[in-house]
């Protein structure tokens, strides 16, 4: 696959201009300085609210458009509902309340007008009739729905899970009729002419699978080297938030490229702005095009914190929305490219309207081309048109804000979120170098309340001793008030653990759960009800080149989802939980190096249950 380099047009745009064509005589478009990849904004958060119960992290692509162009179907997440809204009168039509927690996410519509929405807590797929604003069938599927597309061919709904199941389901209705374990972490499904592709969240990875499910081609995103003023340096495609379908067959993955250079974290804004390696922040925004063939032509999106979802016009434009770009500074939430002709450009987005301050999280186009862009507090449908002024639609009154997720989704001010590195309320698959280390991203999924100290050397006494690091020092962000730290604190706290998949047998699982508290010895560290002591340990890995005998030991891990944040160790040794068995063993981690292969598989059952 080899390396993209940054070239074409845009590679040398300097600030505030706007890179390939773009028509800003005509309103809405109102162009302000484009956004500098080497800025630093920080965002002004209006005053503490903290919701009654704590909005699930952002996700994004929520919205669809109907094939005959005359229905809006917009799933809300916060509010548990998908709403119904009529293009031709701009009216919201119906409000299909679903239950508690179900947290509906990425739609699909089949042959007959049904459309199918994946409940990403209620582990189910819910079909609606769009004309009658009601619920058709609700039908289990799996514990952790992400994409679903529809299948012409098989008339099947295909929905890919982050357990890592795929599923078939008659769109008519009645159990699925297809089902297979791919491998965790799916993401997006894309059916063409039969064939299906799923993507994976972290790795961004793209997997092509015959009629059984098996993979039969894994295609990755290349590093991307970076060398447009900000220096050289690698950055590796992470976290794909978004993938759709181009009529030629091509897929655009909306991703992110985190740097692969060493990163001194002592540094002020070591994580972003200025301060960041090679001049930028840490993680930057793309979008990628992937062909049959597995080539790839990639371009960074400067400025486009959290790339949640992206829509193609009629006419071949893209809008991505920027989830975490600060709309209380007038950065852009959306950001409508014309993307330049390059293969390998890098792009200097132009900023376009706030939408009235509101935080967009989807975003699609109709048949004659109008942009519809769904935003989460307040519950609002924007309508962008070819020309005119943009207008809203309100979809629900109920308010979501909630501070503390506000300021984790939201660049801190060097263009990196929370949420970059701890994507819905995850991890990010990255194994960083950090002071000339190697350092894993924690996840964040049930494993915070009551595991401090925090950070692998234990070095953050508490949330509020790493927040003023992390958030403040290396992210460029203001202190945080008293209020805000409580908020924050309170939603990262707030997060569920993940669920367990289907496929692990209940059996084995218990025989590993005895080995585990027995002959095993994991239960004299992994105890307690998020299977730690918080105690910081030597367990033999070796020290740090050039850090001294001292980091040597590090903070024993929560186990609460180990089974969906490979690789592991503070180094990411173990690719597999076969690996933490196998090459990464140590004779101080447990007593397993007697155990059969029996019993590891069983511990593994036991670990992925968790």
């Not at 119904?84 to 007959?112: C, F, K, N, Y």
């Not at 009645?174 to 039969?194: M, N, P």
């Not at 959290?306 to 989830?323: E, H, I, R």
């Not at 770009?325 to 959306?334: K, Q």
Request: with cysteine; aromatic share 6%.
């Amino acid at each position: 696959m080899g390396s993209a380099t940054a070239s074409g047009p845009a590679a040398n745009a300097p600030d505030g201009v706007s890179a390939g064509p773009f028509d800003a005589s005509s309103p809405p478009w109102q162009l302000s300085p484009a956004i500098s990849p080497t800025s630093v904004q920080r965002p002004e958060f209006p005053p503490t609210v903290v919701a009654s119960s704590r909005p699930p992290p952002i996700s994004g692509g929520t919205l669809l458009v109907t094939r005959d162009n005359g229905t809006v179907v917009a799933s809300d997440p916060d509010r548990d509902a998908v709403y119904i809204v009529d293009v031709a009168t701009r009216t919201l039509t119906a409000t299909v309340s679903l239950q508690s927690g179900d947290e509906p996410g990425r739609l699909a519509e089949d042959v007959a007008g049904r459309v199918h929405v994946a409940l990403r807590g209620g582990g189910a797929l819910v079909t609606l009739d769009v004309k009658q604003g009601s619920i058709v069938a609700r039908r289990s599927v799996c514990p952790a729905p992400r994409g679903v597309a529809w299948d012409l061919y098989t008339d099947l709904v295909w929905v890919a899970c982050a357990t890592g199941e795929l599923v078939g389901l008659p769109a008519a209705g009645g159990a699925a009729t297809r089902s297979f374990v791919v491998e965790r972490d799916l993401r997006d499904v894309i059916v063409r002419d039969g064939a299906v592709s799923v993507t994976k969240f972290r790795s961004g990875e793209t997997l092509r699978l015959d009629s059984n499910g098996n993979i039969t081609r894994r295609d990755a995103l290349p590093v991307f080297t970076q060398a447009a003023g900000l220096g050289v340096r690698d950055l590796s495609a992470h976290v794909a938030w978004r993938a759709i379908a181009k009529p030629t067959g091509e897929m655009v993955i909306v991703h992110q490229e985190e740097s692969d250079v060493d990163i001194m974290t002592k540094a002020p804004g070591a994580y972003g702005g200025s301060g960041g390696a090679g001049g930028g922040p840490i993680v930057e925004s793309a979008m990628s095009t992937l062909s049959d063939d597995g080539s790839v032509s990639t371009q960074v999106l400067f400025g486009a914190v959290l790339p949640v979802d992206v829509a193609l016009s009629p006419d071949g434009n893209l809008a991505v929305v920027s989830a975490g770009a600060s709309y209380t500074v007038g950065l852009s939430p959306v950001t409508l490219n014309r993307f330049t002709t390059g293969p390998e450009a890098s792009f200097v987005p132009p900023s376009l309207p706030s939408f009235d301050g509101s935080q967009p999280t989807a975003v699609a186009y109709d048949a004659a081309g109008n942009l519809f862009v769904q935003s989460r507090e307040p519950a609002e449908l924007w309508v962008v048109p070819l020309a005119g002024a943009p207008t809203s639609i309100a979809l629900s009154s109920t308010s979501r804000a909630d501070t503390g997720h506000a300021i984790f989704h939201t660049q801190a001010g060097g263009q990196i979120a929370c949420a970059s590195c701890h994507p819905e309320g995850r991890d990010d698959g990255k194994v960083w170098f950090l002071d000339n280390t190697k350092r894993r991203t924690p996840s964040l999924l049930g494993t915070i309340s009551g595991t401090a100290p925090y950070h692998w050397p234990g070095d953050e006494a508490d949330l509020t001793a790493l927040a003023n690091d992390v958030y403040t020092k290396r992210m460029n962000g203001v202190p945080l008030s008293g209020d805000q730290m409580t908020a924050l604190a309170g939603w990262v706290q707030s997060l569920p653990a993940p669920p367990m998949p289907n496929w692990v047998k209940s059996d084995a699982a218990q025989r590993g759960r005895a080995l585990f508290e027995g002959p095993a010895g994991c239960a004299s560290c992994h105890s307690g009800t998020k299977f730690t002591n918080n105690a910081t340990m030597d367990i033999g890995t070796g020290a740090d080149p050039g850090t001294g005998a001292d980091r040597a030991a590090f903070q024993v891990p929560p186990l609460v989802g180990v089974g969906w944040r490979t690789p592991l160790f503070h180094n990411g040794c173990a690719a597999t939980m076969a690996d933490r068995f196998g090459k990464c063993a140590t004779p101080q981690h447990g007593s397993t190096s007697n155990l059969a292969a029996q019993n590891i598989a069983d511990l593994t059952a036991y670990l992925e249950s968790l």
